[in-house]
């Protein structure tokens, strides 16, 4: 008796109505999702600049791209502390 391997892939869909405001956009999102999904997005990039330019290369931009996102933590900490009102300013929703 011959076993096979095979792999599935879940896909769960949903209606989600239209957000009226970027509030409403950020309290819907599931952040578990977002987080595998920049993971997984992150991980490739390393992975392939590791295999098109070289391991060192590889290491240089994952040490960026976790010292911009600490930075961005260290500023988004200030923002909670300090209250400031106007948090629209500080959205940020350009990923590169």
């Known amino acids: 008796q ?3 391997v095979k792999r599935c ?16 956009l950020y309290e819907s999102t599931n952040i ?3 987080l595998v999904v920049l993971i997984q997005k ?3 990039k390393i992975i392939r600049t590791s295999l098109d330019e070289s391991v060192k290369e590889a290491r240089a931009l994952l ?6 996102l600490m930075v961005q933590y260290d500023d988004y900490c200030k923002l909670a502390e300090f209250k400031q009102p106007n ?8 990923f590169s």
């Open 9 to 24: 892939t879940w896909l769960r869909t949903l209606q989600i109505d239209v957000a009226a405001n970027l509030i409403e």
């Open 63 to 68: 040490h960026d791209l976790l010292m911009i």
């Open 87 to 94: 948090i629209h300013s500080r959205l940020d929703v350009a």
């Open 32 to 34: 578990e999702v977002i």
């Open 42 to 44: 992150l991980l490739r």
């Open 2 to 4: 011959a076993y096979t």
